[in-house]
């Protein structure tokens, strides 16, 4: 019992360091993923050839190579082409640059889904190409993109143990540590694998009461009471 | 050189608001539309009737500009659509602002409906007001309330557009078209997408339209609303059209055997309530 008190007091900073760190980068790689996600995914839509092409061939590599491959690449190779990043650095922009291919997939393929009849009808009453977007195609697209995001949100989270291995001092990181100095590994990869589990359902919860409240209109039952 | 015909010709009448001058389309190398040529006037309503495939859709859609037309021309307001010269003369296609600003004269009703789900009914209807006419948003939703009261939906202004009945969705589409005020409303089979029973106060609506003089061009399959609303009906068969006449002469007399054939089967199915007793048990006997 003393011993595990002792783990708690030796390695709790360093734990705890390792969660703030995971959520932020989760959180910044996040932020960073959707946006330029979006702007690809508006690209891959609305864009000419001369857009397109460089912007499918950003999304073909970052889906089709591993993260650890890209991680790899640019904590290693980086520097011999005269980039010298920091792990954090590396970790964020990884992580974001990663998934910001899989968000222009779901902008594009929400962008497509609507129909062709609501465009036409906005093109019938003058709607100028800037409106039909802003007014008639982003509120839906941002709809219709709750769900695939969510699951893309989760995968980026659990990603993040990933960045460990660049020696990101995220949780993945300091547990794994932690396991090499104490010779525990069972019960500290389980409690990791909980955190995670933890905040996926979360995020999966929020993700849920999203879809719900902006796809109000999607559902034909009559409105409670508002 | 139109103008001028107009000038000397037909003197005293106002050039009229469409006219489709030999328009022809081709989608690949199928045509499927060949010189077709017809005017609406102010408050006429005009009817364009024929089998499905006919062109009858496309032709609409080639007025407000949906469809690009390869051949001929449509002046909406004497104003060609779609299409300016360049230097040399050669006709090229106009910039899409020129095409916007003439489409703000004709509103389109959509088969399917095609309103925005996301919006409530009042924004289907106000938007455009406010992001085309630059109308003031408070302006804009006490217009689209007027509208859509005349179209027997005030208690719908706050629900969705899923929400309603196919019958309620294609007024609150007569109503966005309305609150435009339009010189000219298209309607693409307004009425085809709809339980049989849903399409009579679609068509009440209509024909309250063509009462009050709204100028209105209606592909449809309903020859009794035709018949009875229109000022003109349009037969078209593979592109062409066949014969254009007042109802009374093209359902009733009509010179082209195809269009003979056509209503044929019309007046074959209205004839088994025409001709019978108005008895229930004969009635099902004949369905």
């Known amino acids: 019992m003393s011993a595990e008190l002792s783990l708690i007091t030796t390695y709790g900073p360093q734990l705890l360091e390792g969660f703030r760190l995971t959520v932020l980068i989760w959180l910044l790689g996040s932020a960073l993923a959707v946006t330029l996600g979006f702007v690809l995914g508006l690209a891959l839509s609305a864009g000419g050839p001369a857009l397109t092409l460089p912007v499918r061939a950003y999304v073909e590599f970052f889906r089709g190579t591993p993260l650890l491959a890209q991680l790899f690449l640019a904590y290693y190779g980086g520097p011999s082409i005269g980039i010298t990043l920091d792990a954090f650095t590396v970790g964020l922009c990884g992580l974001g640059l990663y998934g910001a291919a899989y968000f222009a997939e779901i902008f594009r393929a929400g962008f497509a889904s609507i129909p062709a009849g609501q465009l036409e009808a906005a093109r019938s009453f003058s709607l100028s190409r800037r409106a039909r977007i802003r007014y008639i195609i982003l509120p839906q697209l941002l709809v219709l993109a709750v769900p695939a995001s969510t699951n893309l949100l989760i995968i980026l989270l659990k990603d993040t143990a990933i960045l460990s291995i660049v020696t990101v001092p995220e949780l993945t990181f300091q547990v794994t540590g932690m396991t090499l100095e104490t010779f525990t590994f069972v019960e500290p990869f389980a409690a990791l694998a909980a955190f995670y589990w933890a905040l996926t359902e979360l995020v999966a919860f929020l993700g849920r009461r999203a879809e719900l409240r902006l796809g109000v209109y999607l559902r034909p039952e009559m409105r409670g009471a508002e | ?287």
């Open chain 2, 1 to 287: 050189m139109r103008e001028g015909m107009a000038g000397a010709g037909q003197s005293l009448e106002a050039p009229p608001l469409i006219e489709v001058a030999n328009v022809s389309k081709w989608f690949g190398a199928h045509r499927v539309l060949s010189a077709v040529s017809f005017a609406v006037r102010r408050s006429e309503v005009v009817c364009i009737i024929g089998p499905s495939g006919s062109g009858k859709s496309t032709l609409l859609r080639c007025i407000n500009f949906l469809e690009e037309y390869q051949e001929g021309d449509v002046y909406v307001r004497g104003k060609l659509i779609g299409y300016a010269s360049d230097a040399l003369g050669r006709r090229i296609r106009d910039k899409e602002r020129n095409v916007e600003r003439l489409r703000r004269d004709i509103a389109m009703v959509f088969q399917q409906f095609n309103l925005w789900p996301h919006m409530t009914v009042l924004d289907n209807v106000a938007q455009p007001l406010i992001l085309v006419h630059r109308k003031r948003p408070r302006e804009a939703r006490e217009l689209a309330r007027q509208v859509l009261e005349k179209v027997g939906l005030a208690a719908k202004i706050d629900e969705y557009p899923l929400r309603l009945s196919g019958g309620q969705q294609q007024r609150v589409g007569i109503a966005r078209a309305l609150a435009v005020e339009p010189a000219v409303i298209l309607f693409d089979e307004p009425t085809s997408s709809l339980d049989p029973e849903l399409i009579g106060e679609v068509l009440q609506v209509m024909k309250e339209l063509a009462r009050e003089g709204m100028t209105m061009v209606i592909v449809t399959h309903e020859m009794h609303f035709a018949a009875e609303v229109a000022d003109r009906v349009i037969f078209l068969d593979h592109g062409v059209k066949v014969e254009e006449g007042p109802p009374k002469e093209l359902f009733f007399s009509p010179k082209s055997e195809r269009t003979r054939r056509f209503l044929e089967t019309w007046v074959e199915r209205n004839s088994l309530f025409l001709d019978r007793p108005a008895g229930g048990a004969q009635m099902n006997s004949v369905v």
